[in-house]
């Protein structure tokens, strides 16, 4: 082999990994503060990717709606949930949140889909519409289970991801897409060649490590979710809710997880069931993390990612093998270093 | 002296078990409340049930609402704090995050005074205030427990089993800063298995036995009651059996 294609491979590598890297890391918080092994990260990806593809190309994409039409039904489940002491304060509160604002986006996605916008206004459509499904989702689906095991919340959360591949090829087709570069534009450094958008890649990846960092580090919000996962009750007795605490964990990932598919978009052609592959892979580099630790997650992603680029080069038809038989050795070893695993209780 | 927290015909069940029976009480303000009893009484479970942790059927009021609509966070928010017997603290977190975070739901300005009160309370927590919580001893951990709960500004602290498992200078130690709280303005409700501490510095007291009030009135008369003294006090009048 020589030194050219092993830098492209590397280079191929670290552009992969960083992507499975923030997916990974969303993975992390999502399991730490609620406990949900998140299957349908990779559908934020395919969401986020699609939707801004969709716009790109003055499409309209089926996911605003999406995102209306959950956000009723999380408004629903607030009511519900508030009957006994309904207020208006909280009936007007929920109701924008969950009603005005998608609704909103939707008339703005309507009107501004069919003009082709430019690729920042796409992005930030994108971002906000899977945000909101995010929100809204864990409203639904996890926010009433949150009390139970992490075997039920697993089962809720593969029937949200076959729901969602569902909608996914109802609304984007069964045909690939592919978006526009973020950042266009390139230049060379000796043997390698870097694009404006895996440029972008490593920028966004670093800023979203580096934000993170400080978030928990810093901010009330980020100490009250590490709270949360540290000691789900502690949290609750000072006051924190641990509500609170999954949405703005559910929000995170799935702006990860739509990032993750912008970026990823204008290098590969996207499929509606394609986030889920992109996915699990973000889920080895987490499951190497054991799911606790941030920095072996990403480390671990970086790893998995040039397996990928080396194995897609020498034996491509067994990559996502050996990518997947990472894991083998390292549970192996997990296991050995910790034989008895206790289910937690609440 | 008004009433704070008054429990009315409470019943706390685990599925078909009862643990707590038609149970009523009442905390004023400035005052220390304790419930003694053995281990098995019923005791935590009435604490966590007043705080929302477990379902309760019965009413319970806190500074005149009724509580039942409120969940834990509400009722923190309300100013009632409970510092559990395993004290649930941040462990993987330092002291001073431990205790930003019980002023969760206070005003930002407020919280800097509030951790000020804190640390004068517990110098100990001071001095350790960059060191995680799950590397200090027992009695910090129960001082962090007891400071993160005062961050949020209760106007009541249940305190439960506060004394377990340390040794007698701390929770000397613990029982002074109890009686300081009260003349701080914060009333106390203190359930605990050393019966002839609490009774010292408590005004009123209950006594528990499997779920259910047995005796309940001023802490000193409690305390020299021969029933109470013979089962929970460790010491035995002329005539009284102990089993």
């Not at chain 1, 949140?97 to 069919?114: F, Q």
């Not at chain 1, 067994?318 to 034989?339: D, G, H």
């Not at chain 2, 599925?15 to 409340?33: D, F, P």
């Not at chain 2, 053995?38 to 806190?62: D, Q």
């Amino acid at each position: 082999m020589n030194t050219t294609i092993m830098l492209f491979l590397v280079q191929d590598g670290i552009t992969n990994g960083a992507i499975y890297a923030l997916l990974g890391l969303a993975l992390v918080l999502v399991f730490a503060v609620t406990r949900v092994i998140l299957i349908p990260q990779g559908e934020f990806v395919t969401y986020g990717a699609l939707t801004y593809a969709s716009l790109a190309a003055g499409q309209m994409p089926g996911t605003a709606k999406l995102a209306l039409a959950l956000g009723i039904g999380a408004f629903a489940f607030d009511l519900f949930e508030a009957r006994k002491a309904l207020h208006g304060r909280l009936i007007v509160r929920s109701f924008i949140a969950n009603v005005v604002l998608p609704a909103i986006v939707l008339a703005l996605t309507l009107s501004l889909a069919a003009q082709k916008p430019p690729v920042a206004v796409c992005i930030v459509l994108s971002l906000v519409i899977v945000a909101m499904i995010g929100l809204y989702l864990y409203r639904i689906a996890f926010q009433p289970l949150a009390h139970t095991s992490v075997l039920v919340l697993l089962i809720a959360s593969v029937g949200v991801h076959l729901a969602l591949q569902g909608l996914g090829l109802l609304f984007f087709g069964a045909e690939g897409q592919r978006g526009p570069a973020v950042l266009s534009g390139a230049f060379t450094a000796g043997a390698l060649r870097f694009t404006g958008q895996s440029i972008t890649v490593y920028a966004i990846t670093i800023a979203f490590i580096v934000a993170l960092w400080l978030f928990f580090g810093l901010t009330l919000y980020g100490k009250a979710l590490r709270a949360t996962a540290v000691n789900r009750l502690g949290a609750r007795l000072a006051g924190i809710r641990t509500t609170l605490s999954g949405q703005i964990a559910f929000l995170l990932a799935s702006v990860i997880g739509a990032i993750s598919g912008i970026l990823i978009v204008p290098i590969t052609t996207l499929y509606y069931d394609s986030g889920f592959l992109i996915g699990l892979k973000g889920f080895v580099a987490a499951i190497i993390g054991g799911l606790v630790s941030y920095p072996l997650t990403a480390v671990a992603a970086l790893v998995v990612g040039t397996v990928e680029a080396f194995s897609s080069f020498y034996a491509s038809n067994y990559k996502e093998v050996i990518v997947f038989m990472l894991l083998i050795p390292v549970l192996l070893l997990r296991s050995l270093a910790a034989p008895a695993v206790e289910e937690e209780k609440d | 002296m008004s009433t704070l927290l008054s429990v009315t015909d409470a019943h706390v069940a685990y599925g078909k078990v009862e643990a707590v029976r038609s149970v009523s009480l009442e905390v004023g303000t400035n005052e220390i409340v304790t419930i003694v009893g053995a281990n098995g009484a019923g005791k935590t479970t009435l604490l966590s049930a007043i705080m929302g942790i477990l379902p309760l059927k019965g009413r319970v009021a806190f500074a005149g609402q009724d509580l039942a609509r409120f969940d834990i966070e509400d009722r923190v928010a309300m100013g009632l704090g409970l510092v559990p017997e395993h004290r649930e603290l941040f462990v993987t977190m330092n002291v001073e995050d431990n205790l930003e975070l019980g002023a969760f739901r206070i005003e930002r300005s407020k919280a800097k005074a509030s951790i000020e009160r804190v640390y004068a309370l517990f110098p100990r927590l001071k001095e350790r205030r960059k060191q995680l919580a799950g590397t200090l001893s027992g009695g910090e951990q129960q001082m962090l427990a007891m400071g993160r709960a005062l961050m949020g500004e209760p106007k009541l602290l249940m305190l439960d089993e506060p004394s377990l498992g340390l040794a007698p200078i701390i929770v000397a130690d613990i029982f002074r800063i109890v009686t300081e709280l009260r003349a701080a303005g914060v009333s106390v409700l203190l359930v605990e298995q050393n019966a002839q501490a609490a009774l010292k510095i408590a005004d009123q007291a209950y006594v528990m036995e499997l779920g259910e009030f047995v005796l309940s009135g001023k802490a000193s008369d409690i305390a020299a009651n021969e029933r109470v003294a013979a089962s929970y006090l460790g010491f035995q009048h002329e005539g009284a059996s102990v089993i």
